[in-house]
């Protein structure tokens, strides 16, 4: 891979993570694997809501926490919005059906993924969140040659407090 394999952005509050994700919507339109990965409230689902809704679903937009996957249609791309939280062991996920997740253009974004072990696809991009006081850093990570296409749709985002985040 060549270029840049990671964008930070630092003190990033809600406002500014959801214009990241709305960045970011346009080259994930051709599909791949986004894995999300935070402690507890740090703006997994928040990002996943904004992404899903830039991409143009206007479907009620769930928390997959107790259902595990929600799929929504957004153009031909199939997105599958994973939340493994409650996942205890790698072999609970057999009964998924991840396999099938991925025919067709599809778009999975999975919450958790260190909870499936070596069950989910290998991920284009990993974002970490991590909190910094009332806002979160966020940190992106090309893992595939696609997931560094993806780094060039990331803008500086600007918090609602004027700081620049990057």
Known sequence: ???????AFRAVDEPALAALAADLAPAVRRGGVLHLDGELGAGKTTFARALLKTLGVDARIKSPT???????????LAVHHLDLYRIADPG????????????????????????????????DMVLQLSHAGAVRDAVFSAQTPRGEGWLRFLQPAMSSTGNASV
Do not use: K
């Open 1 to 7: 891979m060549s270029g840049a394999r990671a964008r």
């Open 66 to 76: 107790y259902s595990l996957i929600e799929s929504y249609p957004a153009g031909e």
């Open 92 to 123: 609970e996920l057999e009964w998924l059906g991840l396999a099938d997740l991925t025919i067709g253009p599809h778009l999975i974004v999975v919450e958790w993924p260190e909870r499936a072990g070596s069950a989910l696809p290998t991920p």
